[in-house]
């Protein structure tokens, strides 16, 4: 047996995207770091859905970022080129994360940030986020896609940096995503599932999984699968939904601005885009919280997709499957409430308190 390295202390603590894949991203010394800790999320594998569909399924939890999505990998990159290029100002628009993401980096860096999101749409804890981060909030009278094309005009004629995904940098952010799959498993997953929305989150998987290849870090890139609500699925129908409609909130738009990128990503890498419906992600939000993770239901449509992948046979026995949940389940906590039983009152008494327990 070899001798072991002496234990000098605890594991180094994780220092954030920037300076963990520091090599793999377009900074320089002259870049300034602006950072919360984003990445290095728990990837924690489910015995249930593993069960279920006879895959090996891991769920990568994204929503344990500084600020509960992924859009913190991205941002952390944007707003760090913002201010080395000497932005004093960013704009985006958002169904309620991107907003939460860029109010919080922004305040971080000491930049003004603008908000622009479909009124009436926004979840509350998104909401309070982005609020008590000093973000200026405007509400469009219009829906996401309305917003994005009022975010870009704005960004083209005047003197504030846009941070949506059109931002190449986010997507170069949002890649660390699979180094870290791979990194933590030791190898690619065969398959990999994702919710879409304006589609730059699985491009910038598959640019992730794609380096990798390139540098031949993995010799086979797992296929990637991006599943759109229903009511909502553009890539899926061939064509813009002018009025999208899910409760999956995160991924309610009708016209992705990373359209040709997902498609690419999702063709290139033998996968596909694919519809899952309110029900079935409902249902799969459901079934992860009862395993101890609380996704908001945008997220579970990648676990709803995974089920439909392997009720469709598509999933191979034994593959390795992982599915990206995207946000925190406390953003949107309506759907977590509306589905439970009223809590019970009780007297204080231990007595009562075991009656009414059946103890
Ligand atoms: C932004 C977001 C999505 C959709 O990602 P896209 O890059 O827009 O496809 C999915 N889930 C959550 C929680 C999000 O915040």
Redesign the pocket.
Known sequence: MSAEPPILGRAAPWRGILEEYRDRLPISEATPVVTLGEGGTPLVRSASLSAATGAEVWLKY??ANPTG???DRGMTLAISKAVEEGAKAVVCAS????SASAAAYAARAGLACAVLVPKGKVALGKMAQTLVHGARVLEVEGNFDASLELARDLAGRFPVTLVN?VNPFRLEG?KTCAFEIVDALGGPPDVHC???????????HWLGYAEYLRDGVIHEPPRLF?FQAAGAAPLVRGEPVAEPRTI?T??R?GN???WSK?VEAATASEGGIRAVTDREILHAYRRLAREGLF??P??A?SVAGCLQLAAEGVLGPKQTVVCV????GL?DPEWAIAGAAQPASVPADADAVAAELGL
């Open positions: 994204d929503g999505s992924f859009k169904t309620g994360n991107t995904s949002q994702v919710p879409v929305g304006n589609a730059g989150n699985i491009a910038s991006g999956a995160a991924i738009i992705p601005a990373s997902a996704c908001e945008a997220s449509a949940l995207t946000g925190h953003k």
